[in-house]
DNA sequence: CCGCCTTTTTGACACAGATCAAAGAGCGGC
DNA sequence: GCCGCTCTTTGATCTGTGTCAAAAAGGCGG
C-alpha cells in the first residue's frame, strides 16, 4: 500500500478551497484545518481504505479520482461512488465504513485524523453545514444512479455516462474544449454502470459509428451531437413542470 | 390530492420521538419544534409531492409508508427511497425535489414549513446533527441499494428485500414474531427492485416453494429458513476482516 | 525497435428476465 | 351473495446482455 506524504500546500492557494469541506470556512477556521492536515499520494489501483478497516483519517480529494465500490459473495463488484476533487471520504460519528475505496487514477488527498476533525465539526458550524451540502449532493448522485442501474439500457447507461463526463468536463475547464478525458478503464467503467466490460465497449463503438461520440484514442473522446446524445440518455428532459 | 390536516399528538408523546428528526432536541427544542409542526395524512397511492415542484414543507413521516421515485422519458419507473416511520422528507437549503414523493400505504406526515424550518435549523446544532445523520443513514441505504440493482439476480434482489422486511419487523416488533407485512403491491416491489411484476412473482413463489419463506396471504409471510435466505442474498456476510 | 503484457475489440452462443397473453384470486360495493 | 374491479399467478416466447473465446491494439521496458 504505497502511500507517501508530501509537503502541504497553503489552505488559501489550494486547488479545492471553495467546493472541498472547507468551503464555507473563514481564516481563523481555515488555520485550524492546516494544522491538523496532511497530504497522501496514491498510484492508479492501489486500495486507500478496505471495507470494515477502522477508519482512522477523513480526507479530501485533492487531484485525481477515487471510487467506492461493493462485492458479493462471489466477487461481482459494483461501485457505488466516484470521487472527484473536492469529494469528501468518510463519515463523522462513525468509524467504520461499508465499502472499499480505491484510486482510480494516481490520486492526492488531503487528510485529517479522525478524532480532531470530529472534534472540529462539532465545535464550527461552517464545516458541519458544509459537510452536510456535501452529504445531500452525492444522495442526489446515489439516486440518480439508482435510476440508471435499476431502469436504463446499456445504449442508456453509456450515453449518461458519456453525457456526465462531457458535462463535467466542459464546465470545470471553464473553457469550450470538445475533447473530453476517459478516467477509466472499460472494466472500471463496466463496474461503474452495472454491465460487463464487452458491452461497454459494444456501446461505445456503436454511438461512434453513428457519428454521436469520436474516439482519438482510448482515453479522449469528443461529443459529435449533443442532441441525439442528449436523446440517448432516455432521461425526462421535462423539468417535472406541471401543465 | 386529498390531504386531511389532523390535530397534533405532543412532541413528548410521539412514537418517534426518539428516531426522528427530534431525536437530540432537549425540551426547550421540542417546544419550538412543536410550534411549528402540523400533521396531513395521505391514502395509500396519493402523491405528496410531484419532482421539480415547488417545496413548501420538509415533514417526518410518522406513521405508514412513503416512496421516493424517478421516471424515464417513456415512463420507467424507478424508487430510488423508501420511507419509514423517523425518515425525512425535504432538504434543508434546496427549494426543489429531484423526485416524486408518493404514499404507498395510508401514510401521516408530521410537516414543517420549510423557512421556518431551515431557520431552526441554523440555529440548534441538535437539529442540524440529526438531519446529518439521517442522510448518511440514507447515503448508506443508496449505496446497497446500487449493489442491488446493479449486480444481484433477481432472486438475490427478491431475497433481499424479504430479509430487509423480516429484519425490520422483528426490530420495531421488538418481539421474536415470525409473520412480517409485505407493505407493497408486486407492482411497486418491481419498481423497487428494478425487476418486472411478473419476475417477482415468480421469484416470490420460488423462495416458497424451496420452504425458505411462506404465505399466509398475499400481504403477510414469515421466514422459515433464515440461514437459506441469507445465502441467497448474495451477500458477502464477511466483515470485512482482513487475514 | 522488438517482445511481452494488459486492455480492448469482435464474434458466436446461451440464458435470465422481459414481454405478451390469459386465467385465477381476493375484495369491496351493492 | 354476486358483480366487477384490481392484483397476482402462470404460461409461452422473445431478446438484450452476459459468457466464453480469441484476435487485435496499445503501451512500456529493455
Redesign the pocket.
Known sequence: MPKLKLKAIKCTECPIRHRAVCARCDEDELLLLEGMKSYRSYKAGDTILWRGEPLEFVASVVDGVASLSKTLEDGRTQMVGLLLPSDFIGRPGRSQIEFDVTATSDLTLCCFDRAPFERLVEETPHVAQRLMELALDELDAARDWMLLLGRK???EKIATFVEMLARRSRSEASNSQVVSKLPM???QIANYL?????????Q??SLKKEGIID?S???EFEVKDIIALNDATGDDSDGGVIF
Chains 1, 2 share one sequence.
Open positions: 439500457t446499456a445504449r478503464t472499460r472494466d452495472g454491465l460487463t466490460l464487452e458491452t461497454v465497449s459494444r461505445f463503438n474516439f484514442n482510448r482515453h
